[in-house]
Each structure stands twice: as C-alpha cells, then as structure tokens.
C-alpha cells in the first residue's frame, strides 16, 4: 500500500476512526476507535499567565501551512520521550495528498531558520482532527496548539479532537469522554448541512476528487483576515500568523 485513497481516508474519520501504524518501518497501517477519546473544548484552552506572556512576547515565528511535510518529518523523528513512531510512509504520502487537497494543515514554530515544533492535523467541515505534535524547543508545541484553537475558533469550527488524552494536553485543557460521546458530537457537527450548491467538503473549498458532500466547512484563513484588521494600519507582518496579541485576545475570550 503506497497511500490511502483520500475519499476513503476522509470517509473514516467521519465515521471516527483514523490509522496508524506499528512503527516507522511497518508496511502497513490498522483503523484505530480509541474507547475513551480525548477533545479540547474550543472554549477551554488553558491560557496560563506565563503561556500568555511567551504568546504576546512572540518568541516564536508562527506560520501555517508553509512547511507541512517537514513538520511531518519532524513529529516522525524519535525523542527521548517517544523513541519510536506510527508515522510510516504510507501515513506520510496519505496525509500529504490530504493536504495537497485543501483537507490537512500544519502549523509551525520557528526560532530563525529553525524548525522547532508545531502540529498537523486534518480538516472535515467543522471538526479538526490534531494527529501529532511536537516540540524540539520548550514551549514550541503549546504556542502552535494556542494559534492552532485561535485559528479554529475564528474561523467557525466546533470539533477539537486530539485522539488519546496526555498529561500535556490535559493540562492545556483537553478532557477525555467515552467514544459513544464523542460520535454523538462529530456527527452532530457533520450533520450539518450548508445552503446551496458548491458546499465545501474542507476548509476553504472542495477538494478535486474527493466526494463533496455538503458540509458546513470552517474557514482556515478567517484568523488571517482578523490579525490584519486588527494590526496597526501600515505595520510590517513579520510572521506567517497574526501577532500574539491577537491570540491572547481569542482565546481570553472563549477561556
């Protein structure tokens, strides 16, 4: 198996399941229903004063969907804290042909030219899927978490998932509900159905070759357009994702 058919891939994470494999150098990948499922309510991002204080200081150059193959390098490479991997190269090819087809974002923390940390995820409707994140620097993955539930809150979704709950994202503020729960919530969210033809299958637009059924569909760039209707007129954007001040705004609002 080269990859997974994207309708296909797309079809079981409507249904609430999603692969993995056994390790890097595994050929093949096994379909994955967690029993208990962790999310993170959208209006319940744990917003520390000292995570506030790096967002506003924008340590971090955050940008989106700029460098999405090699943040899934990245969450692929062993750690001391994660000496093996279920990213092969069948999940590899598979979500970068998601995100060819407007249905897979990342988002990524740099210090310069570095690479250190970020997340990718999956994008249905109003449910984003996060499938791995990583950080290489402290800190990296919680600033990329707080743009990624900023963004997602900006741009109309209603779904968090984050699969299997961690210490981490517990902390963070996501919280685990038996799998029957969550079903209820994905298809509530999938249900619903938008006005009119040409309805997007995605964030931003259907993707070619791949069944559109009319889902209501978040808008990945909404955040874009609020950073700058916020930014000082004529400001310099020196980051790929607005200053962290508008961040800290979304999410002391919703928190």
């Given at each position: 198996m080269e990859s997974i058919d994207p309708a296909l891939l797309l079809s079981a994470y409507a249904q609430g399941l999603f692969p993995m494999a056994d390790g890097a150098d595994d050929p093949s990948v096994h379909w994955v229903e967690p029993r208990l499922r962790a999310i993170l309510p959208l209006g319940g991002f744990h917003l520390s004063r000292s995570l506030k204080k790096l967002i506003l200081s924008d340590r971090f150059r955050v940008t989106t969907d700029t460098?999405?193959?090699?943040?899934?390098?990245?969450?692929a490479e062993p750690a001391d804290d994660r000496p093996t991997t279920w990213i092969n190269p069948v999940i590899k090819?598979?979500?970068?042909?998601?995100?060819?087809?407007g249905h897979a974002?990342?988002?990524?923390?740099?210090?310069?030219?570095?690479?250190?940390?970020?997340l990718y995820g999956v994008s249905l409707g109003r449910a984003f899927f996060g499938e791995s994140m990583v950080s290489r620097t402290r800190d990296?993955?919680?600033?990329a978490l707080a743009h990624l539930v900023a963004r997602l809150i900006a741009g109309g979704w209603q779904l968090l998932d984050c699969q299997f709950i961690t210490p981490h994202l517990e902390s963070l503020g996501a919280i685990e509900i038996p799998q029957a729960d969550y079903l209820r919530?994905?298809?509530s969210v999938l249900s619903e159905r938008a006005a009119g033809a040409g309805a997007a299958f995605g964030a931003d637009g259907p993707a070619a070759g791949v069944p559109s059924p009319p889902f209501v569909a978040g808008v990945w760039s909404a955040l874009d357009a609020l950073g700058a209707a916020t930014a000082d007129l004529g400001a310099a954007r020196t980051t790929g994702s607005p200053?962290?001040?508008?961040?800290a705004q979304l999410l002391t609002k919703t928190s």
């Open positions: 460098a999405f193959r090699a943040m899934m390098a990245l969450c090819t598979s979500y970068e042909r998601l995100f060819q087809l974002h990342s988002v990524e923390c740099w210090l310069g030219d570095d690479l250190v940390g970020g990296a993955s919680k600033v919530r994905l298809y200053p962290g001040y508008v961040i």
